[in-house]
């Protein structure tokens, strides 16, 4: 991976891109993979570092949607779970079982929590990371002395992901490298290129770095902007609303 060679590469205006990713976060890192692995010419742009925003700042679980098994949605569970699962077999360095406790202080809390419990163990298959158990009151102060005794009656141990949010991204823009994808930090997007009929046909880009502009043609501009992407979206639309706020 050499910046300066993929600087000269997008300095050349006869090409034509696949995909312009714009953002180096997660979802943007995940699509260069994409493309890049079936064979599409692909750059990537990010405007800091890999990952400098929300994609090194989560609660850093991969958790196979628990809270959605409570809401009824299966099959984004069963989703979920798989990917957890496959995220563990793939970056083995990088995902690791995390035990989690939840305390019980009423009557029907425990059965509830471990029958739920158990069917979110069952929906994992042998991609499980461990069994669900109930918990006694002796074992959940044992485990966590400053927990609320008052009316505690046992409690529920379950398991789940836990991964470095931030490497996994590294490791993700490593391999969209590896497949072809050029992948460059410090590059800003400023505007959007369109063509006579008004379709988006390439990026202006900004190199922080050397201090120049460039100008990308592509098939396909994805906005991966995360948290930004109306900034991304007024360049196109600068009168539609925003769709993110805080
Ligand atoms: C508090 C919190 C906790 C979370 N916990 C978890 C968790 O435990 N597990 C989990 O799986 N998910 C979790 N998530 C969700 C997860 O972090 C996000 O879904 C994910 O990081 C979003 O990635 P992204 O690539 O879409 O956005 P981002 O990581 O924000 O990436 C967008 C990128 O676009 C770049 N960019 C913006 N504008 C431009 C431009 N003009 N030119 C070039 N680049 C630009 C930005 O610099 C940024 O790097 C959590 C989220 C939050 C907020």
Known sequence: MKRDDYIKQIADR???????????????LGAAVD???????VVLLEQADFTKATSSRSTKLVHGGVRYLAQGDVS??????????????NAPHLVKDQRFIIGNYKWWEKPFYTIGLTIYDLL????????????????????????????????VVYHDGQFDDSRMGINL??????????????????????????????VNVYDEIGKQPYSLKAK?????TGIFVDGLMKMDAPEKDNIVRP
Not at 76 to 89: H, T
Not at 125 to 154: D, F, H, Y
């Open 124 to 155: 994992a298959g042998k991609r499980g990371l461990g069994r669900s158990l109930p918990m006694t009151k002796k074992a959940v102060e044992c485990e966590i002395p400053q927990i609320n005794k008052t009316r505690l009656r046992g409690g």
């Open 35 to 41: 493309a890049a692995s079936r064979g599409f010419k």
């Open 14 to 28: 006869s090409l034509i891109w696949d995909f312009v990713v714009v953002g180096g976060g997660a979802t943007g």
């Open 76 to 89: 984004l569970v069963v989703e979920a779970l798989r990917e957890r699962g496959l995220m563990k077999k």
């Open 220 to 224: 396909v501009v994805v906005n991966a």
């Open 173 to 202: 823009m490593q391999t969209a490298a590896e497949q072809g994808a050029l992948v460059i930090n410090y590059a800003k997007v400023t505007n959007l290129i369109k063509d006579d009929s008004g379709k988006i046909s390439g």
